[in-house]
């Protein structure tokens, strides 16, 4: 981790996001084993999310009402996660001006799962891929 790129993150991906629209979320949400309750709702929220620097430290929070997550991580580090009951080993790098997670199942019935966040423009875009499925989630920046 360098200086530079927590400077790229700070200026880029700091601040609040507002999920606007979505392309293959279900789909994506299948894949990791949600069930059909639960990919609806989800397909129908517009969850927020917040990203934060402090330091060498770096927090990525989602709120969708019905389900908060939270990453405290360091780039490079390896750190515990859980999506849908589902628990990970991830590691969040930077990579071509995109912060990528990738997600090590603790059980070998769940697939690997990888994300990038990049800025578009004005938006924020994440991509997640799991298995043959590629969703995105594009993000408005919330004005503060």
Not at 23 to 41: P, S, T, Y
Not at 68 to 75: E, G, H, N, R, T
Not at 82 to 93: H, P, Y
Request: glycine share 6%; aromatic share 10%.
């Amino acid at each position: 981790m360098s200086a530079e790129q927590l400077a790229e993150i700070q200026e880029k991906f700091v601040g609040s996001w507002k999920v606007d629209r979505s392309e293959c979320f279900e789909d994506f949400l299948r894949e990791v084993g949600a069930n059909f309750v639960v990919r609806k709702m989800a397909s129908l929220a517009k969850p927020s999310s917040e990203i934060k620097v402090d330091g060498e430290q770096i927090t990525i929070s989602l709120n969708a009402g019905f389900m908060v997550k939270q990453d405290i991580f360091k780039l490079g580090e390896e750190i515990p996660t859980e999506f849908m009951g589902s628990k990970s080993k991830t590691t969040f790098t930077f990579e071509d001006g995109k912060i990528v997670s990738n997600a090590v199942p603790l059980d070998d019935k769940i697939k690997h799962t990888r994300a990038t966040r990049e800025i578009i423009g004005e938006e924020m875009l994440l991509t997640m891929y799991i298995g043959d499925v590629v969703c995105k989630r594009y993000f408005k920046r919330v004005p503060q």
